[in-house]
């Protein structure tokens, strides 16, 4: 098996390299002591994790034991053993004591180490002889159904406290007694059960969800349930598996929580940062560790991925936060002033040097400095800049005398600083200096939880700026979005969702709103709900029966409109009344109730004759 050399921590930003920018390329992200690091994965074989000079993911730190626990990947997927190790190893905070499955979004712990797994999306195996694997092929086929024929998905996951028989056997009796014929439920270890219900929307109250909730916690009192629903919270299996599995780990004893649930808000100040991705919730609070510290940090990741609000939080969570944040970008310093932006300049010390100006470095005094895309400063700034980090004082350009600065630094970079040092065009010194800590941020089509967590969060406020009521983000705009490289990361979602709000004059942002960019061939016929087996589409026009020769629209699209025209006459005719609406046009309740949500129909006022008496 060929990995990267034990010694090297690669905190290059995805992209990088042709390796790690390949789409679906398997790693771990390992959090070590004050650093974040890549470890990539094969797609078989087997990883050696421990102290152990012969380790593949060799570590460092003393909590881990020189053998300390084996990974293996074959075709049916991932499994980790520990070795018997001292201080142990689990998954997802659940002790290892045998083989246990792996899916990406699994956090591992050795020891004191963390790391968050981020395994290739796998197709149906040809072979699934084991339970777990038989089941995740059926939901890989339920959730294909549900996108293609936009309709409604639930799956639940159930944390038993302990593996004991006697819960198995209870929750199993429910089963028995409750599961429908077209439900699929079964183990994905030895305390977590997963069931998957289509035809259910995951609304609180549903008919058949409460019920089955309510079995599930009533035979099992100490139970955690978690719930997620395509696509809203995801358009993979495994995205949709670990949103369940993080909002039963937020669920108390005996209750239950939405995959909503499993976000937390991070609030910085005026700045509050949405996190449900597992990699990100472990980068956060590395993040909020160093912050107690006077530690450089070091944050990589591609453009707009978030480094500034890593940097914010350190500085927010750290014994400065009463002090200013002063945010740099070096790449926009204009080029001959760079010295003087960061330093400051006496009056005459340059022609047009009229007045003299603090630098950007001694006005962040007792405070903390971001130096954004840090690879563009030219050589003679990182040279005076490093020399300030280590001696605590700036000098003026066109000055002698030395001013002490009290500054803390935050650097981040979407450059390969290594390789930058290598060519020789970033000081190796500076190098070191800047990353003791480092963090690497992973990019957004990695964090597939987020997108459309950050799409609905990114609406909402760009209509609430706007004055307007909210949008809803239809099923085929999410499958869309969950589709797209995003390669401006988070900025690029925001702006996408700034420009729906304001150039989408309904109700429902649909998918022939996006950008033709996003709408590959592939993906727009997969992004456009398709018509289910029991609907048929309309007989095409013929010629002279009133055909048009103008530009056609796409047949799905058609026939969207043809059924929210439909659906919504039958919720008028039913004055509101959701089920009268649903028998009128012969659609399964749970199917309508989706559908109206998605389509943001509502039933509209009847206006009212006089009264004859």
Known sequence: MSVTHPSARDTRPLGATSESSESGAAYLLVLEGDSSWRFPLPDEGMVLVGRDEQADLRLRDDSVSRRHARLL???????????????????????????????????????????????????TPARRALEADRLMGQLREEVERALRYSRPLTMLVLALPDAGPSGREAVETVLATDAGPAEAAGWLDGTH??????????????????????????????????????PA???????????????????????????????????????????????????????????????????????????????????????????????????????????????GHE?????????TRTGLLESAQGGTVFLDEVGELPPSAQA???????????????????????????????????????????????????????????PLRERPREVPMLARDFLARACRALGRSELVLAAGTLLALSRHGWPGNVRELRNLMDYAAAAVTGDVVEPHHLPA????????????????????????????????????????????????????????????????????????????????????LQARPTRKGPSSG
């Open 347 to 355: 009056r005459g010390a340059f022609t047009g040097a009229t007045t």
């Open 193 to 230: 059960l997963l069931w998957v219900l289509p035809e259910v929307s995951g609304e609180p109250g549903e008919e058949g969800l409460g019920e089955r909730v309510e079995a599930l916690l009533d035979a099992c009192p100490q139970a955690r349930l978690g719930l997620s629903a395509c």
């Open 517 to 600: 960019r996003m709408l590959s061939r592939k993906a727009a016929t997969s992004a456009q709900p398709q018509p289910p087996p029991e609907q048929e589409p309309p007989a095409p026009a013929v010629a002279g029966e009133g055909a048009s020769r103008g530009p056609k629209v796409p047949l799905a699209q058609e026939i969207r409109e043809l059924e929210r025209r439909r659906m919504q006459e039958a919720l008028d005719e039913a004055e509101g009344v959701q089920t009268r609406a649903a028998a009128l046009i012969g659609m399964p309740i749970r199917t309508f109730s989706f559908k109206l949500k998605q389509l943001g």
């Open 384 to 442: 005076k800049l490093l020399r300030a980090l280590e001696v605590r004082r700036i000098t003026r350009v066109g000055e002698v005398r030395e001013r002490p600065i009290d500054i803390r630094v935050v650097a981040a970079t979407h450059r390969d600083l290594e390789a930058e040092v290598a060519a020789g065009r970033f000081r190796e010194d500076l190098y070191f200096r800047l990353g003791a800590a480092t963090v690497l941020l992973p």
């Open 73 to 123: 990947f074959t075709d049916e997927g991932a499994r980790v053993v520990d070795l018997g190790s001292h201080n142990g190893t689990s998954i997802n905070g659940r002790p290892v004591d045998s083989a246990q499955p792996v899916l990406s979004g699994d956090v591992l712990s050795f020891g004191a180490v963390v790391a968050v797994v981020r395994a290739r999306t796998r197709g």
């Open 233 to 343: 919270d995801g358009c993979d299996v495994e995205t949709l598996v670990a949103a369940a599995r993080t909002a039963a780990q937020t669920a108390s004893p005996g209750a239950w929580a939405s995959a909503e649930d499993g976000i937390t808000r991070v609030s910085l100040g005026e700045r509050t940062v949405l996190v449900a991705d597992p990699a990100m919730a472990q980068l956060y609070a590395l993040l909020r560790r160093l912050a107690a510290s006077e530690l450089p940090v070091l944050v990589c990741g591609e453009t707009g991925v978030g480094k500034e609000n890593a940097a914010f939080a350190v500085h927010h969570w750290s014994p400065r936060a009463s002090g200013p944040f002063i945010a740099v970008n070096c790449a926009a310093l204009p080029e001959g002033l760079v010295e003087s932006e960061l330093f």
